[in-house]
């Protein structure tokens, strides 16, 4: 156990309602990430930071945005969540980013009816 | 985008039996990874991998960095039914940023 937490771990809501998913570590690790998973795609980049204020995009990053004003939370959120975003979200840590290991959460499920 | 295909996408096999899989792309990686994810549970490290043509044991598996840097293998071997689950390859691209690309997954059953 990596010292990341995951809240909400399951949430249903509906289509065009706003949500945030918010990760935290205990770790004081510099790099943080979402990944979402989906049967047939594995694991996919969303976002991710490399510290505090500093974001940028992952390979599917339309509709999510982010934000870390501290080094130990970072916040996802669905500006507008669409069914297609119904999806189980993982947050990921590493102390330096490339050229070391990348620790997983235990996921956040989300429902968008 | 970089792609990374990883076979078998599944494996039923007889508790005893050794296991191997790999994962292989057309982009170089300066670090792969190998994670196992159970059901309802994130990805837990198992390997991780920093240099070409290495080689790597945690217990039972094994793991290789392949030498041109766009392939990896994992090996199980004497497989038990607690080696259930989904492995995942994780590639790492040139850079500092630590961004992963992911393999599909290989699901393991073990028949007891």
């Known amino acids: 156990d990596a010292g990341i937490t995951q809240s909400p771990r399951h949430k249903v809501t509906e289509t065009g309602t706003p949500v945030t998913l918010r990760c935290h570590q205990t770790?004081?690790?510099?790099?943080m990430y979402w990944y979402r998973q989906d049967p047939g795609h594995g694991l996919r980049l969303i976002h991710y930071s490399y510290g505090v204020k500093d974001t940028d995009k992952g390979e599917v990053s339309d509709g999510y945005s982010v934000s870390r004003s501290k080094t130990e939370d970072f916040l996802l959120t669905l500006e507008s969540a669409t069914s297609s975003q119904t999806s189980v979200y993982f947050c990921?840590?590493?102390?330096?980013?490339?050229?070391?290991?990348?620790?997983f959460g235990e996921g956040s499920w989300l429902t968008v009816v | 985008g970089q792609q990374l295909n990883q076979s078998p996408q599944s494996m039923f096999i007889q508790e005893g039996e050794d296991v191997s899989m790999n994962c292989t792309s057309s982009?170089?990686?300066?670090?792969w990874l190998w994670y196992k994810q159970d059901p309802g549970e994130g990805p837990v490290l198992l390997i991780a991998l920093y240099k070409a043509g290495e080689l790597t044991s945690n217990g039972r598996l094994t793991a290789q960095f392949g030498i041109t840097r766009k392939d990896s293998f994992l090996n199980i071997s004497a497989s038990i039914p607690s080696d259930v689950g989904i492995y995942f390859c994780a590639g790492q691209l040139t850079g500092n940023t630590g961004k992963l690309i992911f393999g599909q997954g290989t699901t393991l059953q073990v028949k007891p």
């Open positions: 990921a840590i590493s102390w330096t980013g490339a050229g070391n290991t990348i620790y």
């Open positions: 770790e004081n690790h510099r790099y």
């Open positions: 982009s170089i990686f300066n670090t």
